[in-house]
């Protein structure tokens, strides 16, 4: 056994020689050992981190995707069942109908109060920093795009809809019998407005092609002046040559006349 032992005792003894001559001791390899052991914890460490934040940040996005598509959900089911409604004949029984929509009624209701008391709590954070910073006063309201930041609804698109929509729900809790000519009114209220934004639209596109109609109009006309400026520029060169070529000949022909009237004498 002591024989087997020691060809790994020679070798461990001739790697320590050669480390001490080279100046690297089993103290360094240890420690370095050490470090790269420490470095990898703490890379393991960092790269958890950034997992559980991705992780985490998922999670946040989902959450506010699963509701926006949610608080749609319901404005939707809500019109539906209301546009249904104006379509059955007064008198005829509709209980389950009734229900749900008094269900989903009530629903919409708490969070349309929800989102009022969170816009009413936004405008008057945003107007205490405003008082804050300029000094003015509280009645400042902020604008429509903050106001819908919250709610994950378009502010240029949702403004008049959930207007319309609060308004219908007032008019609901108050009476049920004025209830089909108020969606009524509102579904030819939205069907108008749609209709003035689409002319809007076209109005818009046109004053847009003839904007690009005019702009490569100007940019032709700048293309000719730039090339009437070269040919200007060439014949101005041209007209210079052509003048020292013109004094010249008048040199040689001054000089051919004195010659001629020197022989003639």
């Not at 480390?19 to 393991?44: P, R, S, W, Y």
Request: glycine share 6%; proline share 2%.
């Amino acid at each position: 056994m002591l024989t087997a032992l020691q060809p790994a005792v020679w070798g461990l003894l001739h790697l320590t020689f050669v480390f001490h001559i080279k100046g690297v001791t089993l103290t360094d390899l240890q420690e370095a050992e050490k470090t790269i052991k420490t470095m990898k914890t703490d890379n393991k460490g960092r790269e958890k981190e950034e997992e559980e934040k991705e992780k985490e940040k998922e999670a946040k996005q989902k959450k506010g995707d699963e509701g926006e598509v949610s608080w749609r959900s319901r404005i939707a089911s809500l019109q539906k069942s209301d546009l249904l409604g104006l379509t059955q004949p007064a008198g005829t029984p509709r209980p389950q109908t009734s229900d749900r929509r008094d269900v989903e009624a009530s629903t919409a209701e708490s969070e349309m109060e929800q989102w009022a008391r969170e816009r009413r709590e936004r405008r008057q954070a945003r107007a205490r920093r405003k008082a804050h910073r300029t000094g003015e006063s509280e009645d400042n309201e902020p604008s429509g795009e903050e106001e819908f930041s919250g709610s994950g609804l378009d502010p240029q698109k949702g403004g008049h809809t959930s207007s319309r929509l609060e308004t219908s729900y007032n008019d609901r809790t108050q009476g049920g019998g004025s209830e089909g000519k108020d969606f009524k009114k509102l579904f030819e209220e939205v069907s108008r407005e749609n209709s003035q934004l689409q002319s809007q639209l076209q109005d818009t596109q046109r004053i847009i092609s003839q904007t690009r109609l005019d702009l490569d109009k100007a940019t032709q006309r700048q293309e000719r002046l730039s090339d009437c400026s070269s040919l200007l520029e060439l014949e101005r060169k041209a007209l210079v040559d052509l003048k020292a070529d013109n004094q010249r000949l008048k040199d040689e022909n001054g000089a051919l006349i004195r010659v001629i009237s020197k022989l003639s004498k």
